[in-house]
């Protein structure tokens, strides 16, 4: 058995690690800030398993034109980055055409088949349970068409998995979800959606259970690099960390790593926001997407978390919160009760590649080393599946079948 380091205790890290235990190596976790507030924290806590469209496609294509006037809208650029996001761009343009949209649907189908059972065995080997509730969700859509259009697509995926997807009128919509209030054309229903408990709930559990089978180090990582006798982690205060292997689960922060390993990546922020109330005075039964404003409101135990959108964006720009302001006014032509005060803003950065696959991969050129970052909009519902590949991978299996997530692509 081997001593493993992992750099990152994000969501993705946390799996990882617990599946590397479950095979009786050693595990270290690197994390600099464990209780912070990453992507991992302030997501909107959705399983997302019929979710395998990659973003770009040509009806995405056809949207953002119109999404971008609006500068508060579900798709923005911060226009002071873009030259640095000009290569991510390009990519995500060659991405969206048919050959290559449907290779990535049927690769995060792959991924998406054994993302309920990966949970589950997840959540046996941290000893939790009861942390997924098969709650459904609904998509509103203001007008006939767009209803008409999803519905056929959210249907076709949900064939591949066995879900069930239901057309409804307002009325109906409003009978299963009553704060529903506002003017629109009707929704979907669709049952391959389930919720996750508080998602900062969901990585402190895992977090305890690490805390108790592996090592945490409380450190920031400065480099990673290779040797003859082991993979070596330099932290900013100056210690020298050696594994037999290492894992770079960093999310967005991953880009670093891959350049001291040698390697290059496509990995920008797609940015989000939302605002959490707690104790909220109005509730939902079940995730309520707002598609053609790229929003959702989750209802958990005791809050109702509200957001989403993309924002286009170097990841240590400053934030800006007028962005979930704007959701929470378009949530109120929808759901008039939801309160203005009261609410913990939040800004989160989604590690995304542009072709909307994660890189699950070895370093070509040394398989001591793997990666698994890139998530995206699908870090949470991915993270078990992840977890249980990156075990493999390390122990020398499965390569073969992950070869569209392999780093191989961007070399
Ligand atoms: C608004 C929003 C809503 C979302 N909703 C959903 C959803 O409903 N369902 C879903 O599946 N996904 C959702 N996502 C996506 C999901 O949250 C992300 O894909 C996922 O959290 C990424 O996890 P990660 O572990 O890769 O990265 P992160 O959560 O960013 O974790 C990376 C970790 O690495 C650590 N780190 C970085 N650099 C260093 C260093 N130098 N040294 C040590 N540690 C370091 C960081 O501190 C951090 O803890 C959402 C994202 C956003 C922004």
């Not at 007008?143 to 056929?152: E, I, P, T, V, Y």
């Not at 879900?163 to 009978?175: I, P």
């Not at 594994?243 to 001291?260: E, H, N, P, Q």
């Amino acid at each position: 058995m081997a001593h493993i380091g992992i750099v990152g205790g994000g969501i993705i890290g946390c799996a990882t690690a617990l599946f590397l235990l479950e095979d009786g190596h050693t595990v270290t976790i690197i994390e600099r800030d464990a209780g912070g507030q990453p992507a991992s924290v302030g997501n909107a806590g959705i399983l997302a398993v019929p979710e395998i469209d990659p973003l770009a496609r040509p009806g995405m294509l056809f949207a953002a034109p119109k999404w971008l006037l609006d500068p508060l809208g579900p798709l923005s650029v911060r226009w002071q980055d873009l030259p640095a996001l000009m290569p991510w761009l390009f990519r995500f343009l060659a991405s969206a055409r048919p050959t290559k949209v449907a290779a990535a649907r049927d690769a995060l189908t792959f991924l998406m088949k054994t993302t309920e059972a990966d949970h589950l065995r997840l959540g046996e080997i941290a000893g939790i349970s009861g942390h997924i509730r098969r709650t459904g969700s609904m998509t509103l859509f203001d007008g006939a068409k767009a209803l008409d259009k999803a519905f056929a697509q959210e249907a076709e995926n949900a064939r591949l998995f066995g879900f069930t997807v239901e057309k409804l009128d307002a009325a109906e919509a409003r009978r299963r979800v009553p704060a529903l209030r506002g003017d629109f054309a009707g929704a979907t229903f669709n049952d391959g959606y389930q919720t996750f408990e508080y998602p900062l709930t969901l990585l402190r559990r895992l977090q305890a259970a690490l805390r108790e089978r592996a090592t945490l180090v409380d450190a920031a990582v400065a480099a990673v690099s290779r040797g003859e006798n082991g993979v070596t982690v330099a932290t900013e205060a100056g210690k020298r960390l050696v594994f037999d292997r290492l894992a770079i689960t960093a999310g967005i922060w991953s880009r670093r790593f891959v350049a001291d390993l040698g390697l290059r990546v496509q990995l920008e922020t797609e940015r989000g926001y939302n605002t959490t109330f707690v104790d909220p005075a109005v509730t939902l039964e079940m995730p309520v997407f707002f598609a053609e404003h790229g929003f959702v409101a989750t209802p958990f135990e005791k809050a109702l978390r509200v957001g989403g959108a993309v924002e286009l964006a170097r990841p240590d720009a400053p934030a800006n919160y007028a962005r979930a302001a704007a959701m929470r006014r378009k949530m109120r032509r929808y759901v008039p009760d939801l309160p203005e005060e009261g609410g913990t803003e939040w800004m989160g950065r989604r590690p995304s590649t542009p072709d909307s696959l994660p890189v699950i991969s070895l370093h070509p050129a040394d398989p001591r080393i793997a990666f698994a970052f890139g998530h995206g909009h699908l870090g949470l519902t991915l993270s078990a599946t992840t977890g249980r590949h990156v075990a493999r991978l390390l122990a020398g299996e499965g390569a073969s079948a992950l070869q569209p997530f392999s780093i191989a692509r961007f070399q």
